[in-house]
């Protein structure tokens, strides 16, 4: 069992800008209306580097900025766990697209866009962290692998780290090959042990028989729950926006889904 | 411990096969032969894959780097010592960690090329979550070797496969599991050689390392796996350990490391610090060094900081380019080589070191004891991860 300590949230996605805004949706004090995505500019990133990072880049930067603020603490100093299914899927197609074509010159900025440590490597430049930070993926499980990873990192080095998810569409043809219909961001700042008052307290736990996994509240949102990898956070997201003791169950691979007890820090 | 080993590049499928190519200085480069490139590169190509696709039950997760991955878990007795492992430890409790930088991503370009000219769709039968994916590496490994504990897919770019020994680890240590399969596979694309094309760093002609007249790098396939376990007694003294690993950012540049090599010298001064040792203790430095201007000299700085002079060091890219994603892997792979053998590898086309460079630099191979060697790997977005292993005692 991982215990982990919630110490600041940042949420981007469609009908959901920023955590401060999403609380009442996710409590079912006022209804789910989808709403274009709206991704505040990357004001954490250099001009020059502003100017060559992709969407996903922004996304991911917005939620981890805003996680930080939350949490009152520096970024800088802070390790990092990014994990999305298929990194900047724009950048991707694009390379495939010049590649595929009559001349395979590719632009050197697209190309190290391409790594899926894309959104990694612009915020350890953004907040000058010389942390590790790292990258991963474990296909429609990303989420819950990146909250293990983040949770043992935690645990090891018995300090805070970040986890940031996010996936957006691809483009193109891959399009039907990989529906993703919308872009999500999520980021929590987490701690082995609780910083602040009033922190939410959660335990992770492996499960290899898996039962239901919680679906996403209010039941608007179980739709993106089911077809946006990062999205799968929702129901964690819900029991933290709810602030009571809560069971969930997320999923994670085939035959192995992540449990999770949530509730106040002092509680536990 | 590590207690088994696994690895297939462009110098043979099995560790015996490198082991060999090294001691003689056999290096495995040869002109690239991907269409179109425009300049004259050389490659480390594993042999074999065309003419091996992955049937049966496995056919839906064929592609190159699937096919790389299943010659390297052939190899080395690794499957029977998972299958040991699985009897012992139960499959659930075994954790994967993969890494790759570009997975099958050679399929999706492939198909990119056959869209349907009526709608511009994707070919049927291409299978985006068992081949593009990141995580389609470690759903086919998790798969083939029927391991059913936690798994995910790490993509650093090039230090991928030395950050998976970071993360089995601390699973163990978290107690999400009891032992670990770590390891992965990177093989040709057009997104890799045209892209390192595009930055002005792949070299013509053959990598050199840390030589003078040295113009960048080129490009490798590798794959290799470890089969992590605690140690138990009975097998200390000579077993293979993971002694300490260490990650850092360089913060500084998306594809340009820095200068000054902080980053690097961050990485390995946590890996130390990690494996409770003094820089003395280590025997060998077996170094990133794929041959880019800037690399290299960063690297040299870094690790002359940290260990003087004198530290043996050399990289290996010469004999089997750089295999990107799985560096870290076949960094790990030949440095246990070289505890085992008590062999220092050389640098086979680095023929004048830069006269920048500290002396510790090995260009031919000789024999020596090796107790500790640091296994380094750095990649895109500033990410540095180095790993140290050992002899128990």
Known sequence: ?268 | MISSLCLATALGAGQDKTWDALVRGRSALAPCRFDRLPIAAYAGEAGGLNDAPLIGDWAPFDCRNNRLAEQALRADGFEAAVERAKALYGPSRIGLFTGTSTSGILQTEEAYRQLCPMNGTLPPGFDYDRTHNTYALGRFVRTRLGLAGPSFTISTACAATAKVFAAASRMVAAGLCDAAVVGGADSFCATTLFGFQSLGVMAEGPCRPFDAERSGISIGEGAGFALLERADAAAAGEALMLLGTGESSDAYHMSSPDPEGRGAEEAMRRALSHAGLRPEAIDYIHMHGTATLAGDAAEDKAVTTLFGAHTPRSSTKGFTGHTLGAAGIVSAAIGALSIQHGFLPGSPHTSRLDPAFASGHLLEGREARVDRVMCNAFGFGGVNCAVILGRAA
């Open chain 1, 1 to 268: 069992m991982i215990p982990l300590f919630v110490e600041g949230i940042g949420l981007c996605g469609p009908g959901l800008a920023g955590w401060a805004l999403s609380l009442p949706i996710l409590t079912g004090k006022t209804p789910y209306v989808p709403a274009p995505l709206a991704v505040p500019p990357a004001s954490l990133l250099p001009a020059n580097e502003r100017r060559r990072a992709p969407q996903s880049v922004r996304l991911a930067l917005a939620a981890g900025a805003e996680a930080f603020e939350a949490a009152g603490m520096s970024p800088a100093t802070t390790p990092a766990v990014f994990a999305s299914s298929g990194g900047d899927g724009e950048t991707i197609h694009s390379i495939l697209e010049t590649l595929a074509g009559p001349d395979p010159a590719l632009s050197p900025t697209r190309f190290h866009n391409s790594v899926h440590n894309v959104a990694a490597g612009y915020w350890s430049i953004a907040t000058g962290a010389r942390t590790p930070a790292t990258s991963l993926c474990a296909h429609d499980g990303s989420f819950a692998a990146g909250l293990i990873e983040a949770g043992a990192q935690a645990m090891a080095e018995r300090d805070a780290v970040v986890l940031i998810a996010y996936d957006l569409p691809y483009p193109g043809p891959l399009a039907l090959a990989r529906l993703i219909p919308e872009a999500l961001a999520v980021a929590l700042v987490l701690s082995p042990a609780p910083r602040g008052v009033g922190r939410m307290r959660i335990d992770l736990n492996l499960s290899s028989h898996r039962g239901a996994v919680t679906a996403a509240s209010p039941p608007d949102l179980e739709p993106m729950r089911r077809t946006v990898p990062a999205a799968r956070c929702l129901p964690l997201l819900a029991a933290l926006a709810c602030r009571a003791p809560a069971e969930i169950t997320l999923d994670y691979l085939d035959d192995l889904a992540l449990h999770i007890r949530v509730g106040p820090a002092d509680a536990a």
